[in-house]
């Protein structure tokens, strides 16, 4: 699966991540302490995700992971994640989220 760096599914998935508060000096967490991990519910951001301009110029900014590199990253739920679809196309949730985000923003024009 191609990531499109929408950052849609760090924003509208239930899922665990590493607690920010709990990431030792060299990157890594305590698998034995049960805050270790905090549950990030489905509309709210992921305090690991933030945005910047791509290279291209172009002003599109692009998701950014904070931890991706650090072993924290490794084994958690979200480097464990597969997307659906075929490897060498790209994710298919991307476009679902976008249309679920103008909905809901429609909603909030509406009343
Ligand atoms: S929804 Fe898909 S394209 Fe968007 S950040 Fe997640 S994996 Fe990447
Ligand atoms: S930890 Fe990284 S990959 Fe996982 S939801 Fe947060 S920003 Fe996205």
Redesign the pocket.
């Known amino acids: 699966?191609?990531?499109?760096?929408?950052?849609?599914?760090?924003h509208?998935l239930d899922i665990f991540v590493v607690n920010p508060d709990r990431i030792r000096e060299d990157g890594s967490i305590d698998p034995h302490d049960p805050d270790s991990m905090i549950m990030k519910p489905s509309g709210k951001k992921c305090p690991h995700l933030f945005f910047q301009a791509g290279p291209d110029g172009s002003g599109v900014e692009t998701?950014v992971c904070s931890i991706h590199h650090l072993p924290c990253y490794q084994g958690s739920p979200c480097q464990q994640f597969e997307?659906m679809g075929p490897e060498d196309d790209?994710?298919?949730?991307?476009d679902y989220?976008r249309k679920l985000d103008d909905r809901k923003r429609s909603r909030l024009t509406l009343f």
């Open positions: 699966m191609i990531c499109l760096r929408c950052g849609g599914c760090c509208n998701a997307q790209v994710c298919m949730m991307s989220f």
